[in-house]
């Protein structure tokens, strides 16, 4: 299943970069339902920035899905890349529990929409294939996901407006 998200901020991209590539700027503990977000790996090759997490979420299986996946199984590796040219970070999730049936990659495109403002587009595809429950399950995940990157965007404002300085409303 593809999804897309678009969100507008008020701030210059060169300004909105270096933050993004410096350092973690969303407590992403305190995201809906995340129980553990632990870094693995942080290095840079150039301008790309290398990351690893292994995280453990927890939320609403679906009912018909519930024989299968257990909340213990909602474990995964996210592997990211952090290019400074592009302003672009690329994502592929491994989950620790059926790796060869869940398959998610998503892209943060950030860019430049004027002197002062930019655009996230993230988007990607999660493919849950199990026979039956598959669409289920992807919609769930999505839904859950979908919350944890409204959430982080409204704290990704507050960081920026902290750090950057005030909105800028000229749009």
Request: charged share 35%; with cysteine; proline share 5%.
């Amino acid at each position: 299943m593809n999804f897309n998200m678009l969100d507008d901020f008020n701030w210059p991209i060169d300004e909105i970069a270096k933050l993004l590539a410096d350092e973690e700027l969303v407590n992403f503990d305190d995201l809906p339902n995340v129980t553990k977000r632990k870094q693995i790996e942080r290095r840079w090759e150039g301008t790309r920035l290398y990351k690893k997490f292994e995280w453990n979420v927890h939320g609403q299986i679906p009912k018909i899905a519930r024989k299968l996946i257990k909340p213990e199984m909602l474990s995964f590796i996210e592997s990211s890349v952090w290019d400074n040219e592009k302003y672009r970070f690329e994502t592929k999730i491994t989950p620790h529990y059926l790796k060869k049936l869940i398959n998610c990659k998503t892209v943060s495109q950030w860019e430049k929409t004027g002197e002062n403002s930019a655009r996230r587009k993230f988007f990607g595809n999660l493919d849950v294939n199990i026979p039956v429950i598959g669409p289920v399950v992807e919609k769930a995940m999505l839904d859950q996901m979908k919350k944890n990157t409204d959430k982080g965007t409204v704290e990704l404002r507050r960081i920026f407006e902290e750090r950057i300085g005030p909105v800028n409303n000229q749009l």
